[in-house]
């Protein structure tokens, strides 16, 4: 049986979607990004439920969804940097690797046994109603079986792990349309582990220039995994045409079988990138191609979801 989808601005369904998580359940939760599958993140069953429903390696640790800072502050260190871009940044597309605390109500398998712990408080009315009345961390990676298309609306949800989860929050089609920037703040100085929603150039204005992750880190940010958000048709990226056999991804005046956005907007190509890739999956083609995405602001992180989606599937490095 496929879970319920319920309207998430119902204070009735947000008390239901509590008392499921309380009990262990698995939510499907709309963030400005994208959908997450939400889980209490001190519940180590719950958060083993959650790796299977999606078939995540138990390596890729979570991030821990919090309402603000004062809910970070009891879950990992929290330097300066952290309170500027806390200030500057949340609620929103932000997502910081942090310091754990030691005694961080934060199950083991929630961060895949590190000392570190990821945290984002989303902007998102439904995710943020939702965290406030669990009062407590909800850890919740997209809401997608692991390696596939990033879930942008409640229906992608249900088309993907309906059967698996307790309930599915519907609040529309998701503004960002891309999952988190994710920085880690660690020590050394901020290294930017994933582009994402929130570009680096605003990040950079107060940090500084963000470093690369060295080989180390490589392996402990797993949504950096080659292969990752793929459809099931081949890829082929910065094509100016379409070749036989092939659907055309248009972006600006590329316009293709679908136009990202028309008028090269970048953060209008953002939004629709996966319902887009989707879509296009569906006609059944075998192989998209994809106009060239500028690589600049928002074009940074969809051009390393594009990457990603275009890698041979058995590259997990
Ligand atoms: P996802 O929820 O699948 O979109 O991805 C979560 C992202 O956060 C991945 O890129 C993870 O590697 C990253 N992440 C979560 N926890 C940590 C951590 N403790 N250290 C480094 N990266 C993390
Ligand atoms: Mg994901």
């Not at 408080?121 to 997608?144: C, E, K, M, W, Y």
């Not at 950079?204 to 990752?228: D, F, V, W, Y």
Request: some cysteine; overall charge negative.
């Amino acid at each position: 049986m496929s879970a319920p989808v319920k309207p998430a601005n119902d204070p009735a369904v947000i008390d239901e979607a509590v008392a499921l998580l309380k009990a262990g359940g698995l939510v499907a939760m709309p963030t400005e990004t994208v959908y997450g599958l939400a889980a209490d993140a001190g519940n180590a069953d719950a958060v083993a439920r959650l790796y299977a429903a999606k078939g995540r390696p138990r390596f890729n640790p979570l991030i821990a969804h919090v309402a603000g800072p004062s809910m970070a502050w009891r879950l990992a260190g929290w330097p300066d940097l952290a309170e500027q871009l806390a200030e500057a940044f949340w609620p929103g597309p932000l997502t910081l690797v942090l310091p754990k605390r030691p005694d961080a109500p934060i199950a083991d398998i929630a961060n895949a046994g590190l000392d570190s712990i990821a945290l984002r408080a989303p902007r998102h009315t439904a995710a943020q109603s939702l965290i406030r009345a669990f009062d407590g961390p909800l850890v919740a990676p997209s809401a997608n079986p692991s390696g596939g298309i990033s879930p942008t609306t409640a229906q992608h949800v249900a088309d993907g792990l309906g059967d698996r989860i307790d309930l599915i929050l519907d609040g529309g089609a998701c503004p960002v349309g891309l999952e988190s920037t994710v920085i880690a703040l660690l020590g050394g100085l901020p290294t930017l582990l994933r582009p994402g929603g929130l570009p680096r150039r605003q990040i950079e204005a107060i940090t500084g220039r963000l470093e690369e992750p060295g080989s180390s880190e490589t392996l402990l940010a797993p949504g950096m995994m080659k292969s990752h958000y793929a459809p099931n048709a081949a890829m082929r990226l910065n094509a100016e045409t379409a070749e036989a056999g092939e659907v055309l991804l248009g972006f600006g005046a590329i316009d293709g079988d679908l136009n990202l956005s028309a008028a090269g907007d970048l953060a209008e190509a953002a939004t629709g990138l996966f319902a887009a890739l989707r879509a296009l999956d569906a006609r059944g083609a075998a192989r998209i191609a994809v106009a060239p995405i500028p690589n600049e602001g928002l074009g940074e992180a969809i051009n390393d979801r594009l990457q990603r989606a275009a890698a041979p599937k058995d590259d997990l490095t």
